[in-house]
């Protein structure tokens, strides 16, 4: 079996390879103390403690390479490429938002053939490693599902209005929120969850919203639309921790 190696992938889906026989070491930075505990917001995000611990990601392996000069112009490139907006390293179909480069070293390895060994670290902007995104339509409603994964998540729900309705309510397990204001057929709802944001077709309607934004567990998971009737679509991806 042929495994890919890690790449890094910007918004605009540029993306960077590392050599193939590179590999992803990850770790929290810091433990989690006993005495005080610090709460971390990303607009709606938290880890399941609820506390953020910061995640250290060193990308390193074996370059071979004519001189040391043609080792570091991977370094390079990779330096400049952290500059780009959001930041995602890939390893094994699983993704994590790189916050900043922290620290490159390189180092002649000894050995005959000009071989270096090269190491990259950067920061992550939370603890978890994302799977691609799935979607899930729902065919009755209450709905029962089950994803996979370690830690909670954080899905991206759209419904589209099937007719009028006042105002919408959303339970999602134990999480319920509501949108209250008029809508009408086709009207496209959007609540994100993962940036915390709430749109009526295309539009920011966060004003509108109340209530917690729902959170997926893995495992079994249950979706339940009343006020109205729309057609909804789940999209999410699975948290490792």
């Avoid at 902007?125 to 996979?148: H, L, M, Q, V």
């Avoid at 709430?198 to 919203?209: H, P, R, S």
Wanted: hydrophobic share 35%; charged share 25%; net charge negative.
């Amino acid at each position: 079996m042929t495994i890919s190696p890690p790449f890094l992938k910007d918004t605009d889906a540029n993306i960077l390879y590392f050599p193939s026989k590179f590999y992803i070491r990850s770790e929290s930075m810091s433990r989690r103390s006993s005495l005080v505990q610090l709460p971390y917001s990303d607009l709606s995000k938290e880890t399941a403690d609820g506390c953020f611990n910061p995640r250290r990601v060193d990308v390193s392996g074996i370059l071979y390479a004519e001189d040391e000069a043609t080792a570091r112009a991977l370094v390079d490139s990779v330096h400049a490429f952290s500059h780009k907006k959001g930041l995602e390293l890939w390893y094994k179909g699983r993704r994590i938002r790189i916050d900043k480069l922290l620290e490159s070293t390189i180092q002649d390895n000894g050995k005959r053939g000009f071989l270096y060994n090269i190491s990259i670290g950067f920061q992550a902007g939370d603890p978890f490693w994302y799977s691609e995104e799935k979607e899930i339509i729902p065919t009755s409603n209450p709905y029962e599902f089950e994803i996979n994964g370690t830690a909670d998540t954080f899905p991206i729900i759209q419904v589209t209005m099937l007719g009028p309705a006042s105002l919408l309510a959303l339970e999602v397990n134990e999480y319920s929120c509501q949108f209250n204001a008029p809508l009408i057929q086709n009207d496209i709802l959007e609540i994100d969850s993962y940036h915390g944001k709430v749109k009526l077709n295309g539009e920011d309607a966060i004003k509108n919203f109340s209530g917690l934004f729902p959170k997926l567990n893995p495992g079994k998971n249950t979706i339940e639309v009343s006020g109205g009737s729309g057609s909804v679509v789940i999209n999410y991806s699975e948290a490792y921790i």
